[in-house]
């Protein structure tokens, strides 16, 4: 690691010592597009620099910056060379290079701290290989890869606090769980064994720390209601339909340990009297199976959404 911020510092310098004639300011909307002064999220300082690249600081509005980096013109339209990112609080967000516009070789992210978060090691755009650290220590928690639009795949490890001992090993296929899943004890013995296909999970096993055959149950369920939300309402509720058709419903509510759910609300702007209704409707559902972390059961709060059009609930 003392590796990867030598070289970020050595970048670093090279970039702020060749900055040398201000030339423009560009006012950006929140999407980084050019925009009045008025409505300006950001602002972007463009600084000329030898070999045709261009050095240039975007400043949020408050005037502190948002990010340093290199492009290949004038427009700051293709990404060319390295890139630092900031916080708001003023610390290092993430650093490192960018090539055609695609994210290269090694990214440096940060808490806000200071310490690092993640590191990043990309190949030629395709995919990039992860390591995440706690924010407290020099401890990786989580490795495994990344594809270019930020879905896990492929094999992926966690390990047990402040321990190289793996925890789990996960496969991911565009980000869904799929194939042979293995959690372990910190001892090194295997604790349960899942073989998922799709949706379903085709084999279980699970053990104790003996290496044991025990009863399976999952490591954890998240609550469950006792039938599909959206049938149960379009049945009772004359206007969910309608509502429906319209816009999405967003739910938030309190599964509690022993099934019963409370604090109930629409978070979706909708009809006062339609919403009244669905409120009164939900809050006089059956028990919903609790969620559940190693067969104990917890309250837990859930916020999801009800669509007019969903392939799968």
């Known amino acids: 690691m003392k590796k990867i911020y030598a070289s970020m510092a050595l970048v670093s310098l090279c970039l702020s010592t060749s900055l040398f004639a ?13 925009t009045s002064k008025q409505m300006a999220a950001f602002y972007r300082v463009v600084i000329d620099s ?19 980096g290199q ?16 916080h708001p609080n003023g610390k290092l967000s993430s650093e490192g290079l960018y090539h055609l516009g695609i994210k290269d070789s090694v990214w440096v992210h940060y808490y806000n701290h200071g ?14 290989d992860v390591k995440r650290y706690d924010s407290l220590h020099d401890w990786v928690f989580e490795s495994g890869r990344l594809t270019n639009d930020g879905r896990k795949t492929g094999l992926w490890t966690s390990f047990h606090y402040l321990s190289n001992a793996p925890k789990l090993i996960s496969r991911f296929e565009n980000g869904f769980l799929q ?17 998922i296909k799709g949706y379903a999970k085709t084999k279980t096993e699970q053990f104790d720390e ?3 055959a025990v009863k399976y149950f999952p490591a954890f369920a998240y609550p469950e209601p006792p039938e599909n ?24 509510l309190t599964v509690k340990a022993d099934g019963h759910v409370q604090d109930i609300d629409i978070v979706s702007p909708m009809d006062e009297i339609c919403k009244q209704k669905i409120l009164i409707c939900m809050a006089n559902m059956k028990k919903w199976k609790p969620y559940r972390r190693e067969n104990i059961a917890y309250d837990f709060t859930i916020e999801k959404t009800i669509r007019y059009n969903s392939p799968r609930e």
């Open 22 to 34: 201000q030339h423009d300011t560009v006012y950006l909307n929140q999407n980084f597009l050019p």
């Open 50 to 68: 030898a070999q045709g690249i261009f050095n240039m600081i975007d400043y949020r509005r408050d005037h502190s910056i948002y990010c340093k």
């Open 71 to 86: 492009y290949s013109s004038s427009k700051a339209i293709i990404k060319e060379g390295y890139f630092q990112y900031y």
């Open 115 to 128: 310490k690092v978060k993640e590191i990043h090691t990309y190949l030629r755009g395709a995919w990039c």
């Open 179 to 195: 194939g042979e899943q293995l959690e372990y004890f910190k001892n090194g013995t295997l604790k349960r064994r899942e073989c």
């Open 210 to 212: 003996k290496g044991n």
């Open 229 to 252: 939300i959206k049938k149960y309402l379009s049945h009772r509720v004359k206007c969910f339909d309608e509502t429906l058709k319209a816009s999405d419903i967003q739910y938030r």
